[in-house]
């Protein structure tokens, strides 16, 4: 770089003395000016030229380095991070392509629920597991509890809810309680089902919401703790949904009585 800048330097002053030689001795100050200004110019270029060269290969050096570390970086974490982003990047295609919206925090969706209860017009089928921390310390499922009563008190919504119960769960005070919160309404319209989780098949095992028959939500538990949550309208979907409630509904479910 150093040994360029000294040339394109010289260059300069080799134009600026015969610039001076035609101005002094040879007394062509025209011929003097355009001597001077075109090897000025000549020098100008040269060392924009060089520079943008200079950084262009630099960046391109940079560029190479960086594909050569990618490349030799054959350790058991990165094999390990590129297929979880694999399975992750396949599991994401397949879920656009089944017209599914997921929501990655139980605030999330239980907010989406809100929202979609609000909008209900006719009916509300679901299944329920019972999670007590769900509903009295987030408050979220309280709100969308709400956002259901007042959907049917103002807009005579039909509401379906099965809750989906183990035997500990059925003789749990706290969990009976929200049931019963349920039942309290049911002369509004609405029907309160219990389901023995040990007689249900596990294909049938599914926490679920259906809107009016064309929106479904579905949430996927662990130890009753919300770890994904989907939404769709796609058909076909649906329709596999509402076959799995209707089947819940007929096969299974009990009514509930205080």
């Known amino acids: 770089m150093a040994k360029k800048i000294w040339l394109i330097l010289i260059e300069f002053i080799l134009a600026s003395i015969l610039a001076l030689i035609f101005h002094f001795s040879l007394h062509n100050e025209t011929a003097a000016l355009v001597i001077f200004g075109v090897g000025s110019l000549l020098a100008l270029f040269t060392f924009l030229i060089y520079t943008e060269f200079i950084r262009e290969f630099n960046n391109t ?18 094999i390990e991070e590129a297929r979880r982003l694999e399975r992750e990047f396949f599991h994401q295609s397949k879920q656009l392509v089944d017209g599914f919206i997921e929501y ?18 006719k009916s509300i089928k679901a299944t329920c597991f019972v999670n007590v921390d769900e509903w009295t310390e987030k408050r979220g499922l309280m709100n969308y509890f709400n956002e259901e009563i007042k ?13 989906i119960l ?11 309680k929200i049931v019963n919160m349920y039942a309290k309404h ?8 219990i389901v023995n989780k040990e007689e249900l098949p596990e294909i049938l095992i599914k926490d679920l919401v259906i809107f009016d028959n064309e ?22 979907q649906v329709e596999k949904i509402k076959n799995i409630f209707s089947q819940i509904l007929k096969e299974h479910a009990k009514r509930f009585k205080e």
Do not use: H, P, W
């Open 61 to 78: 050096l940079k560029f190479y380095k960086l594909k050569e570390k990618v490349d030799n970086l054959k350790n058991k974490d990165f």
């Open 104 to 121: 990655d925090t139980s605030g999330e969706f239980c907010f989406a629920l809100q929202k979609q209860a609000r909008k209900t017009k």
């Open 151 to 163: 959907a049917m008190n103002e807009k005579k919504v039909k509401i379906d809810q099965i809750f």
């Open 166 to 176: 183990d035997a500990n769960e059925r003789r749990n005070e706290n969990i009976l």
């Open 186 to 193: 049911v002369d509004g319209g609405l029907r309160v089902y």
């Open 215 to 236: 929106v479904v939500f579905i949430s996927e538990l662990d130890e009753g703790k919300l770890i994904r949550g989907v939404k769709t309208i796609n058909i076909v």
